[in-house]
């Protein structure tokens, strides 16, 4: 996996938000690149995809250009961070067997009822919200 990784959030939902939020606080790097797919100006076409493929699960594209989704797009994620950072070891203890399937099982539940969740404030009624810094 190569960086920078461009990550496809929903901006408007609360819980995808904040944790992308996290996530571009802690990396001083610059490996993480933030797209809305929320966004006015996002075509899922221009990556080759649909909308709903989108909608349905995270994804992350390293520069590559290789995708990953759900639990393989957090890991790729958190592989973004140093070594000795959480982020990492918690890359590291996903792979194990029994954590792998039952972290995949919990996306799984979470991606499909994702839509239940809060959303982001009316400031982004449209659908089109950015990262609060």
């Known amino acids: 996996m190569q960086f920078p990784l461009q990550i496809f959030y929903d901006g408007s939902c609360r819980v995808c938000s904040a944790e992308m939020a996290k996530y571009r606080e802690y ?12 966004a006015e100006d996002f075509s899922a076409e ?3 995809k649909t909308q709903s493929e989108f909608m349905a699960r995270l994804h992350v594209r390293d520069i590559e250009g290789t995708f990953y989704t759900g639990v393989d797009a957090f890991i790729a994620i958190w592989q973004a961070y140093p070594e000795c950072s959480a982020y990492r070891f918690l890359s590291a203890v ?7 399937l039952l972290s995949r099982g919990a996306y799984s539940v979470f991606a499909r009822y994702r ?3 809060p959303k982001v404030d009316d400031e982004c009624r449209h659908g089109a919200c950015d990262l609060k810094h």
Do not use: A, C, E, Q
């Open 27 to 38: 990396d001083h790097g610059g490996n993480l690149l933030f797209i809305n797919i929320r």
């Open 94 to 100: 996903i792979g194990f067997p029994g954590v792998n």
């Open 46 to 48: 221009t990556y080759g």
């Open 115 to 117: 839509h239940l969740l």
